[in-house]
């Protein structure tokens, strides 16, 4: 049965209901809201939602379980606590390139782009790829750094 929207019970609830299945995703849950046009755009919004991937059901793997199982499974933590306080509770299908970017930019906003890579891109990506979860992130332009070259002069050489 395909996503639509149910009308308000009499003496039940106020707000339109979604229910049926798309792309085999059971959905079953109120709008909140009583405005049919504004419950017809959340229609709109969870069919997008489950076309990307990002609709979640109670119970999926939130990015708070995934680093205490990557940390717990022999992970670095030097830098997940940090992160796991600014994504919490959000489900993994919802982490995708422009929310890790919004937390690189979010966590350290002053910090240089290889720096951003070492401390956010790659302990989420690692948690991800733990995770069992679809990783796929792109890092910032300037993640390896600059490089630099040295060189001695004879002299120097041959004095060390």
């Known amino acids: 049965m395909p996503l639509k929207l149910i009308l308000p019970r009499a003496g039940m609830s106020k707000n339109w209901r979604i229910r ?18 504004l ?9 997008d939602d489950i076309e990307r991937g990002a609709f979640s059901r109670p119970g999926a793997p939130t990015f708070a ?7 717990e499974a022999g992970g670095e933590e030097r830098f997940v606590l940090r992160l796991a306080d600014h994504f919490g509770e959000t489900p993994l299908a919802r982490i995708d390139q422009a929310a890790v970017d919004a937390a690189a930019l979010a966590l350290y906003p002053r910090a240089t782009p290889a720096t951003r890579n070492r401390q956010v891109y790659s302990p989420v990506s690692a948690i991800l790829k733990a995770a ?14 600059t490089r ?5 002069t004879p002299e120097q050489a041959s004095a060390l």
């Open 20 to 37: 049926g299945t798309y792309l085999r995703e059971r959905v079953d849950q109120t709008t909140g809201t009583p405005d049919k046009k």
């Open 39 to 47: 419950a017809t755009k959340i229609l709109a919004k969870v069919r």
């Open 65 to 71: 379980d995934a680093a205490l199982k990557y940390i």
């Open 132 to 145: 069992g979860a679809a990783d796929g992130l792109k890092r910032p332009k300037g993640a390896r750094g």
């Open 148 to 152: 630099r070259l040295f060189w001695l």
